[in-house]
């Protein structure tokens, strides 16, 4: 009798337990899960694309940050790449302001997220204290930002690289230049035409390793969304579209506009990806060029391999709603 009383004791004491264990995994932030519609490539570099996304967990952004989470498990992502305005609506005061950990730390809370992330920074950002976000680099493993403008090289299996540049591109974006501009302290103590030599001369490397170039920036060359006709928009076009093309960029990153859009004009090397929705969503059109466009909140991921670039849009429910692929001409 007394061995049957134990073994229920502890039967129930099992699953008590169980329920608790399963609990606390939910409570940690534990995600899981996989997006098995998602691709890859052989022998590939594989990495998420994001943007415009620090708003307290609210809006769309704890549920594209699940998805994210599946979508980097599935693809056994390397990286992330975050396009800017990484907390709204005035970035951060210093390393230590919440919203390091409401905005980020507390969402991207998957295992598979706990890899680098390369960040640029947004007109958001320009808002608080840029250094801070800089500095958070030396506190933090994953968040990468050496500085306003970086590059980054990697290696792909076949021994060929690609060539990364994160720019700072709110500097360039001409209506930001009023006095009254909440960012304009930040901005005139910019140079740019030193970030731009530096831009030119990083592209016009003779490294004949370097298979692949890509650009990351948070304003877009072009769009067909709410600033479509922006004369900021058209202007930064002509700053940099006709360089890009001069180095032969594959790609450029960005976000800014709030939707999910990839746009390659007639006559134009340079593919642009972007993907500004991370959080928050706009109702957004096309252009010439327009390859696709979304109005939902979501991410994109991509796998590159010394032939061929393939880009995946997935939206917030996990669904990837677009794919394209770029062979790297020879």
Request: glycine share 6%; net charge negative.
């Given at each position: 009798m007394r061995n049957k009383i134990y073994s229920l004791f502890f039967l129930l004491l099992s699953i008590g337990g169980t329920a608790q264990q399963k609990e606390e995994i939910e409570l940690s932030g534990y995600q899981?899960?996989?997006?098995?519609?998602?691709?890859t490539l052989s022998k590939s570099l594989n990495f998420l694309l994001m943007g415009d996304f620090g708003r307290y967990g609210q809006f769309y952004q704890k549920k594209v940050a699940l998805q994210m989470g599946k979508a980097a498990a599935t693809i056994e992502s390397d990286f992330v790449v975050a396009?800017?305005?990484?907390?709204?609506?005035?970035?951060?005061?210093?390393?230590?302001?919440?919203?390091?950990?409401?905005?980020?730390?507390?969402?991207?809370?998957?295992?598979?997220?706990?890899?680098?992330?390369?960040?640029?920074?947004?007109n958001h950002d320009y808002r608080g204290n840029i250094q801070a976000e800089i500095d958070y680099s030396?506190?933090?493993?994953?968040?990468?930002?050496?500085?306003?403008?970086?590059?980054?090289?990697?290696e792909l299996k076949d021994g060929n690289k690609v060539l990364m540049l994160v720019m700072d591109t709110s500097p360039f974006i001409d209506s930001y230049y009023k006095k009254s501009s909440d960012m304009?302290?930040?901005?005139?103590?910019?140079?740019?035409?030193?970030?731009?030599?530096?831009?030119?001369?990083?592209?016009a490397t003779t490294d004949e390793t370097i298979k692949?170039?890509?650009?990351?920036?948070?304003h877009p060359l072009y769009s067909g969304g709410k600033r479509k006709d922006n004369v900021?928009?058209?202007?930064?076009?002509n700053k940099f579209a006709d360089l890009f093309d001069k180095y032969k960029v594959d790609a450029y990153f960005c976000g800014h506009e709030h939707d999910l859009q990839i746009i390659k004009p007639e006559g134009r090397y340079t593919t642009q990806f972007?993907?500004?929705?991370?959080?928050?969503v706009r109702p957004s059109g096309s252009r010439e060029g327009t390859l696709f466009v979304a109005e939902t909140a979501g991410f994109m991921t991509f796998a590159l391999n010394n032939a061929s670039l393939l880009a995946q849009v997935v939206d917030a429910n996990g669904k990837v709603i677009y794919t394209t692929t770029i062979q790297k001409k020879k």
């Open positions: 899981g899960g996989y997006i098995p519609e998602l691709q396009v800017g305005d990484n907390f709204y609506p005035n970035g951060v005061q210093s390393t230590q302001d919440y919203s390091w950990i409401a905005s980020f730390e507390q969402v991207y809370t998957d295992y598979s997220l706990q890899n680098p992330w390369y960040v640029a920074l947004g030396k506190l933090s493993r994953r968040w990468h930002m050496p500085a306003t403008y970086f590059s980054k090289t990697f304009y302290e930040n901005l005139i103590v910019q140079d740019t035409t030193a970030q731009k030599k530096w831009i030119e001369k990083e592209l692949w170039k890509i650009v990351v920036g948070h900021d928009t058209k202007s930064f076009e972007l993907s500004g929705s991370a959080c928050e």
